[in-house]
């Protein structure tokens, strides 16, 4: 078992829509969730961090953290095309050293 | 403000030429410094990461080696190139060991 996985995609959605990103992870206490959004040919930006359950709002983006089922999620409401990137999902794992696994990402096209 | 610089941008190199990567983090003092290599279409692999002066941490066996001379640089380096090499090399810093992670521009080494 990988120990952050997301969908590869690519997942599209028209333009305006709700956009539903997905990744689990492994290691039941990781204590830190991170979305970046990467740009082809660009370098991760980090978006949202989320540390507790529940719901984390900024802006058009939520992330959703759900610890008992391993699994954290990132909303993208009205979607736009410029929004059109991979998402990568990272999970800060609770070891010697506090590192952080990068899921493989979710490719988003969003279609105007 | 914090800033990170990685030169060059891109580079390409024969197979057995030597390599010298160098990131910069300005804007903070003592921060966590990482490399990280994507392959075309793959996800982060963490090559090194560093905690203060000269202390560093190899995560994957390979003929790269890095090294953190100041406070704030981080450099990547290699005595001879593989073609497997190739790749966007992208480092990386952090205030905590486990947070969030800021990615600079990225360096894009194409190995011949």
């Known amino acids: 078992q990988k120990e952050v996985e997301q969908n590869s995609g690519p997942l599209s959605v028209p333009e305006g829509a709700i956009a539903s990103l997905n990744c689990t992870y492994s290691d039941r206490v990781s204590q830190s969730f991170f979305w970046y959004r990467q740009y082809s040919g660009k370098s991760p930006e980090l978006i949202m961090s989320i540390y507790s359950n529940g719901d984390k709002e900024d802006g058009r983006f939520t992330a959703q953290l759900n610890k008992a089922s391993q699994y954290v999620s990132l909303l993208i409401r009205d979607s736009q095309p410029s929004d059109s990137a991979t998402y990568l999902c990272a999970v800060s794992k609770k070891t010697s050293y506090d590192k952080v696994i990068f899921g493989p990402g979710t490719s988003l096209s969003v279609i105007p | 403000s914090q800033t990170i610089h990685q030169w060059p941008a891109t580079l390409v190199q024969p197979v057995g030429s030597p390599l010298s990567l160098e990131c910069t983090v300005e804007?903070?003092?003592?921060?966590?410094l990482y490399w990280y290599r994507q392959a075309a279409g793959r996800g982060l692999q963490l090559l090194f990461y560093s905690v203060g002066i000269g202390q560093i941490s190899s995560e994957v066996p390979q003929n790269l080696s890095a090294s953190r001379p100041q406070d704030r640089q981080f450099i990547l380096s290699s005595k001879k190139l593989l073609l497997s090499d190739s790749g966007f090399y992208l480092c990386?810093?952090?205030?905590?060991?486990?947070?969030?992670?800021?990615f600079g521009p990225g360096t894009r080494l194409t190995v011949t």
């Open positions: 990386a810093w952090s205030v905590l060991r486990g947070y969030e992670q800021y």
């Open positions: 804007g903070t003092s003592n921060p966590n």
